[in-house]
């Protein structure tokens, strides 16, 4: 067995945690007052609804990283891959939020600056290190 290879039992648990993530982030995403509702019984609105589209994004983006296959859980390519993801998306998600619901809070646009800057270190730390 390779060095970065994982063990086929652990592998279906990750691939489960996965497909579990993954679905309930694009839920979270879609619906975020469906899923809020559904778990903890009460009604959202406002900044509820967004913050529940911004933990979707990061469970879909654990979902990615916890998908077995690639390099592994040792490599640095599925970590990266999903936070490239998440950070993108996020930066997007906000930027939409801000032009689409004003006024913004304060730390809005700032946010929306970090996750572009890190998304495009990201995406230049891939195309300069392989």
């Known amino acids: 067995m390779a060095n970065d290879a994982v063990p086929a039992r652990l592998g279906r648990i990750l691939a489960f945690a996965a497909v ?7 839920a ?8 809020i509702r559904g778990m903890f019984g009460v009604g959202v609105e406002g900044a509820s ?3 529940g589209r911004v933990c979707g994004i990061a469970l879909m983006a654990l979902g990615w ?7 592994g859980l040792q490599g640095t390519m599925k970590p990266s891959r999903a936070m490239l993801a998440y ?19 304060l730390l809005l646009w700032p946010a929306v600056v970090l996750h ?11 195309r300069t290190d392989t």
């Open 87 to 105: 950070n993108a998306s996020i930066a997007l998600y906000l930027a939409w939020v801000g032009m689409a619901h004003p006024p913004a809070g």
């Open 28 to 35: 979270s995403l879609m619906v975020p007052a469906l899923v």
């Open 65 to 71: 990283a916890c998908w077995p296959g690639g390099r």
């Open 49 to 51: 609804l967004a913050l």
């Open 20 to 26: 579990v993530e993954g679905v309930t982030g694009l």
């Open 116 to 126: 572009a800057i890190v998304a495009a270190l990201l995406v230049h730390a891939a």
